[in-house]
């Protein structure tokens, strides 16, 4: 190749070279703004999250603690939901503005089906965007800003999916099921048992400033004993962490005349610090047609009932008996054998 040849491949690769220096530097700087529109890097200054579907579903969480969170101002947000929101809410991307080809169907589609996002700095709002549905990919989620015209694919980057349901607007899917957390024996003072349809058999279980147990008749005036301390320690760890299957929808009129019934039982933690949590539990009646291993027709369903947290009426939530029965004991479990 002569000198002149070799000149002119030069300028080229060079022209070529500055060319896509001015086509990246251009294009990376509309996309670098674009980055920032959606995510929030500052996590831990972020109080509040408001969620809003075109159902008319919305999902608000507030922030009361560094990590505890409360749904709708009223009940405990589930923790592991908040943190993979806060997390996508930091690691957004833009990952291409959505192709002109596609712009007016992306926006319809975005109208007619999207999750409004509110997200709250120190009590003052920072982002509004909408987040719609996965690209045909699945690899990548249409977002738009309140107010703007111009759609984007987003994503995380290193991660394979897209990234709506982390948006989700299910009430009861956002709640914290738990119903009691005790992880240690030194933060219960008492636990009682009202049997509603066996009085006889209620009881307390107490423990002392000295770490001693004390078991009681409801109305006795004598405790009863020796006490097994074992079970009695097993028994007391079953309360570290008791959770409800899920909250239910029912008409106010079914609701009421289940907590009009007779419960089943009720069962109150008092913690050491003077708190107290109590959840009552009624029985479901069985599907007709279901029977026992002695195919003998059965009243009760066996594995779930109906219970209330607290004095809480405005809703009732499904337990299982799996979880419960370890807490519903009869007062002799806790004696100690003869030897």
């Known amino acids: 190749m002569n000198k002149r040849s070799i000149l002119f ?72 939901a908040v943190q993979l929101l806060l997390e996508t ?44 549905d996965a690209t045909t990919d699945h690899e990548g ?10 759609p984007y694919i987003t994503h995380i980057a290193g991660f394979h999916g897209w990234l709506t349901p982390r948006y989700f607007t299910r009430v009861n899917e956002w709640r914290d099921t738990e119903v009691f957390r005790y992880p240690r024996l030194s933060e219960i003072a008492e636990v009682s048992i009202t049997y509603h349809t066996d009085p006889a058999a209620s009881f307390s279980l107490t423990r002392d400033t000295d770490g001693l147990y004390h078991l009681r008749l409801s109305g006795a005036t004598a405790d009863m004993g020796p006490l097994d301390t074992s079970i009695v320690r097993m028994y007391m760890h079953e309360f570290s962490n008791v959770r409800f299957e899920r909250a239910m929808n029912m008409e106010d009129a079914v609701r009421d005349s289940v907590i009009a019934s007779q419960p089943y039982y009720t069962v109150k ?20 047609g279901t029977l026992n291993i002695d195919d003998k027709p059965l009243e009760w369903d066996t594995d779930r009932m109906h219970a209330m947290l607290g004095d809480d009426r405005s809703e009732l939530v499904l337990v299982q008996y799996f979880v419960f029965d370890r807490l519903a004991l009869h007062p002799s479990a806790f004696l100690k054998r003869p030897q």
């Open 9 to 80: 491949v030069l300028g080229i690769l060079l022209l070529t070279a500055a060319a896509f220096y001015v086509y990246r530097s251009r294009s990376g700087s509309t996309l670098d703004s674009s980055l920032m529109e959606f995510a929030v890097s500052d996590t831990a200054s972020i109080d509040r999250i408001f969620l809003a579907d075109r159902q008319g579903n919305t999902v608000l969480l507030d922030r009361k603690q560094s990590n505890h969170w409360i749904l709708n101002e009223k009940h405990k947000a589930r923790q592991d």
């Open 269 to 288: 933690v008092r913690h050491a610090g003077g708190e107290e949590r109590s959840v009552t539990t009624w029985r479901i009646k069985a599907l007709p």
């Open 141 to 150: 989620t249409y977002m738009i800003m309140e107010g703007k015209e111009v």
């Open 89 to 132: 809410i930091m690691k957004v991307e833009v990952k291409m503005p959505v192709p002109k080809v596609s712009h007016n169907n992306v926006v319809r589609l975005l109208a007619g089906a999207s999750t409004k996002v509110e997200i709250y700095q120190k009590g003052n709002l920072v982002r509004t965007y909408y987040v719609g």
